[in-house]
């Protein structure tokens, strides 16, 4: 989760406060590559849970973000199995739907949740995370879903500005969405802010229908989303706009308790939660906090009774806090 790699000295999250590692992510995505291909066994696929490539990539700082993709996608292609790729903020800093779909990064382009089936007896969730959003070259800006995160963004939080001050719409400040510290105005942290975004009502209305159908022929099921569904599972700003709808449908009955994991990304430190049905919540670390010193990768065995996640350095992956 989160690599986030560009050709560029180590740098700092936008409050100056958390480093980022950005040639050293790029090295552990090489080890993680390497690390997959020592395995006794391939797994069933690669579970990259977006975010793959920095926003520094694009025109507005370094314009190297088609170079930065593409050399992600070839260190991922030396796997020994595909890679699931979902998108994630950064992504859409760098590119539209149309670039990475053509850039063989997502399977459905403008409407990128799916499902599969890794193995007899599992369905995998893959989620959209930004079908509602604001984020840059996300949608088009006369795009309903866009025009719907601005709707909300200006009920949730009126301190986000859609566009920005004084800049034009069509500009790659515009389409990143107001930068400025006063998303948190006085203190107040709120997850309505344009780096997150929701499922909406279509893609909703589907997951409901898997969930059934998944519960109906006795499957076990996997979900996967960029963006946070449960708020224990994170710092409390890095979660979907509609993230309880998401758990609602999650724990109803006609689910019938069939998921039993949620995998993330998009928060950086990582956490985990098991909540009161027993789904375990994992948010993965990313690579960029230790850079080539860190192994924030690894691999989930998938038993009958359990779920086993093995790495080279476990903590790195996945921290040590309660539960766990």
Partial sequence: ??????????????????????RGAFTQ?????DFWNTLPLPPSYIAQLGDLIDGINQKANLDQSERALGMAVAELARAPAPSV???GNHELYNFNRAELAAAA???????????FAPA????????????IGLIGYGHDLDDPRRKEAERLLAEKNPNVEPVGKGVSPDS???RLGARGADWFANGKKSMWVPFNGGFGGEQLAWMRSELAAAAKANERVIVMSHVILEPGACDGITTVWDYEEALELIR????GGCVVAVLCGHDHKGKYFRDADGVHHMTFCSPLNKGEKGAAYGVVHAWGDRLEIRGP??????????QR
């Fill in 85 to 87: 790729n979902l998108v």
């Fill in 105 to 115: 990064w997502m399977r459905h382009g403008d409407k990128e949740f799916y499902s």
């Fill in 1 to 22: 989760a989160d690599v986030q790699w560009a050709d560029a000295p180590d740098g700092s999250n936008f409050a100056k406060t958390v480093l980022r590692c950005y």
């Fill in 252 to 255: 109803s009955d006609e689910a």
């Fill in 172 to 174: 790659p400040e515009a």
């Fill in 313 to 322: 350095k476990i903590d790195d992956l996945l921290p040590d806090v309660q």
């Fill in 120 to 131: 007899a007896g599992w369905r995998v969730l893959v989620l959209d995370a930004y079908q």
């Fill in 29 to 33: 995505l090489t080890k993680a590559v």
